[in-house]
């Protein structure tokens, strides 16, 4: 196979955007798996040791350790959890390579890839390789959690792909996000040029990304039924400032002083709303407003932490009853996309590089 470059990995992953022909490569049917079975497929799948998926803290880098819960050893999750999962797996397999959903469902006669795509398969780029698997995994099944409907999810995996598959903006979008994990691993100097070339980049992607997104019940609900009681004001503020402190470093920046909560009446849902922002912090370092994280925290490490108290203000509100769901989604989405735009803005960048953030495991 022929090294993979930046033009044969984008031709390769625009199926993400040819819906019909996603469909076609799509199972006639499909059983849904346990997580512990279909973690199991996927490590199968890019040549993983069988033990990777058993420990704890890859399945978190998976699907977000606020998820899930290991109980007896073996990872449990919701109901609807088990559906996100479950089309987000499928969808990766046809992604990664659609002759093993063949191969597994017993159907024939698909066409060929064109001849002059260079890539037949990500397994390449993907094999053996546990922390990108994991992101790319990510990073899909935040975008599935965030954008279908549980009414939806309820039908099955082959009606959530398609509802997704089936509209152009997620495509895109999602088509972007692929491109700047995996183009990262081909060329990450040239990768983000090739990218506004492309139309990957700018507030159009943003528009498609950020808006008419789920962010109270893909993040905050999560954080809210983790646990019933919680640490002591100091323990939360030491916790929180660490992660924080992870989250920026890992774009260059240095550990700050800025104080976690405005109070210190650090009730339970207050507690819940700011891990419910880190938490949404880093699922957008996963997509290409990694650049304007990047750019913000290399103007002032402070940046970050205002818009996690931001975004952390209104997932309160929303579990206070002061504004609907709906309300509080819409100021979420309004808020991440000025975020965007002032720091994809010539006039804030830096030079800094393509970055690809760690998946923390808290």
Not at 150 to 161: D, E, F, K, R, V
Request: aromatic content about 8%.
């Amino acid at each position: 196979m022929a090294e993979a470059t930046l033009k044969s990995l984008h031709k390769y992953l625009r199926l993400i955007e040819n819906a019909s022909e996603l469909k076609r490569r799509m199972p006639a049917s499909s059983n849904q798996r346990s997580l512990k079975d279909g973690l199991s497929e996927i490590g199968k799948l890019v040549g993983l040791e069988d033990s990777a998926f058993k420990d704890p803290q890859n399945i978190a880098a998976a699907i977000g350790s606020q998820r899930f819960v290991m109980i007896w050893g073996e990872p449990s999750v919701t109901a609807h959890v088990a559906r996100i999962f479950d089309g987000s797996k499928v969808l990766l397999t046809v992604l990664i390579d659609s002759g093993q959903i063949e191969k597994a469902t017993g159907i024939g006669g698909l066409s060929k890839p064109d001849s002059e795509v260079a890539l037949e398969s990500l397994k390449p780029l993907l094999a053996g390789n546990l922390t990108l698997t994991c992101r790319l995994f990510r990073a899909l099944f935040e975008h599935m959690l965030g954008f279908a409907s549980p009414s939806i999810a309820q039908q099955g995996t082959t009606n959530l792909i398609n509802e997704l598959t089936g509209s152009k903006e997620h495509g895109r979008s999602f088509l972007a996000t692929a491109m700047f994990i995996l183009g990262a691993e081909v060329d990450r100097e040239n990768l983000m040029s090739f990218m506004l070339e492309q139309g990957l980049f700018g507030l159009q992607l943003f528009e498609h990304l950020l808006q008419n997104r789920e962010y109270c019940d893909a993040y905050y609900a999560f954080r809210k039924l983790e646990r019933v009681f919680v640490g002591s004001p100091g323990e939360e503020e030491k916790q929180l400032r660490n992660r924080m402190d992870r989250f920026n470093e890992q774009f260059g920046g240095k550990p700050g002083d800025v104080r976690m909560f405005e109070t210190g009446d650090q009730n339970k849902a207050r507690i819940d709303a700011h891990l419910a922002a880190v938490d949404l912090l880093e699922a957008m370092a996963l997509t290409p407003l990694s650049l304007c994280l990047s750019n913000s925290i290399g103007a002032a490490p402070s940046h970050t932490v205002r818009s996690m108290k931001i975004m952390a203000r209104h997932f309160e509100l929303f579990a206070d009853g002061k504004e609907t769901r709906e309300q509080a989604n819409q100021e979420i989405a309004g808020h991440l996309f000025a975020f965007a735009r002032q720091f994809s803005a010539d006039s804030n960048a830096h030079a800094t590089p393509v970055t690809q953030p760690e998946l923390t495991t808290v």
